[in-house]
């Protein structure tokens, strides 16, 4: 795929629109068809939400998926995950997390993962699944502990609008983060993407153009581009 070098990257985001310079990952639920033709400025992810984990059985899962798949429809699988304040039981949301988990193996993607007071479980399930692919945990906002355990085996974290709160644990932290573990995104929050590139290259101490090019590189590294 050709990704510009130049141009803000939104890793996860809901029917967000790319602004002037901008790329955007939009995260499609698996259950309602929403993913279009792809342009140089929108690619997709799919995957079963954890709210929904019950909305479709194994098979639609299989189906769904592998149609997306074969037709280069996505570039990642997910979000998918745990979440243990909302949904189905955590039961549900593992069986079919680790189905997502199967066919990312299968196919070589890396998944989107959600993670809501599980961060421990999923780190649990990587090592037991012995996943090759890339994790990555979107809208992190965990501790410094967890962040660098889930960094060490082998996590990206996708960070949002936490980390210009300046009371916020992460936004203490966040300059400690390996540069090359990381993506920025609005989620599904009425906030700029070019805003958190701007509070995180400060962070960092260096240039918005450096960051540019290094999410982006990030990206590549990501999608074995």
Do not use: C
Request: avoid cysteine.
């Amino acid at each position: 795929m050709n990704f510009s070098e130049d141009l803000y990257l939104n890793f996860h985001a809901h029917q967000q629109k790319p602004g002037e310079k901008e790329i955007v990952i939009q995260s499609i639920f698996l259950q309602e068809n929403l993913v279009t033709p792809k342009s140089d400025k929108i690619f997709f992810t799919s995957g079963l939400h954890p709210w929904h984990a019950n909305l479709l059985n194994k098979h639609e899962i299989d189906l769904r998926l592998n149609s997306l798949i074969k037709s280069n429809s996505i570039v990642a699988i997910g979000e998918t995950g745990i979440d243990k304040l909302k949904g189905p039981d955590v039961n549900t949301q593992t069986k079919v997390f680790i189905q997502h988990v199967e066919i990312a193996e299968k196919y070589n993607m890396p998944i989107i993962v959600h993670s809501v007071k599980a961060h421990n479980e999923l780190l649990k399930l990587k090592k037991e699944l012995k996943s090759k692919v890339p994790w990555v945990i979107h809208h992190f906002n965990g501790s410094k502990q967890m962040a660098f355990d889930l960094i060490d085996h082998g996590f990206y974290l996708s960070l949002s609008y936490h980390i210009k709160n300046n009371s916020s644990r992460l936004s203490d932290y966040l300059r400690e983060l390996p540069i090359n573990k990381i993506f920025l995104e609005t989620d599904d929050f009425d906030i700029k993407i070019k805003d958190l590139y701007k509070t995180a290259a400060q962070k960092f101490e260096i240039s918005i153009e450096e960051l540019i090019n290094q999410l982006m590189n990030n990206l590549k590294s990501l999608l074995n581009e």
